[in-house]
């Protein structure tokens, strides 16, 4: 039987090798017929610690490795945008001092 492979966002990486991953879908309420969001949440093993919160990811299924994780990290499709504020007034600040 082969593996399921899904795409999706990772949402938390507090943890050493272990990633959060959510995949959205939308499903058809089957009475009303208004499309809705719902979400899959899956652990995922990132062996190399790659990816980080905010990234596309590809997983591919794997034998179960903890209660909740049987997810295996393929590769990162696409690294998040998010920006680090405070990291960067940290970085004008300590260039301002330098001056």
Known sequence: MPKRVAIGVVTSD?????????????????????????????????????????????????????KM???ELVRVVEKGRLIDVAAMRAAAKAEETED
């Open 69 to 71: 994780k049987c997810w």
């Open 14 to 66: 507090k943890t050493a090798k272990t990633r959060r991953v959510e995949i959205s879908r939308l499903v058809k309420h089957p009475v009303y017929g208004k499309y809705l969001r719902r979400k899959t949440v899956c652990y995922v093993h990132d062996e190399n610690d790659e990816s980080h919160s905010g990234d596309t990811v590809e997983i591919v299924e794997c034998r179960p490795m903890s």
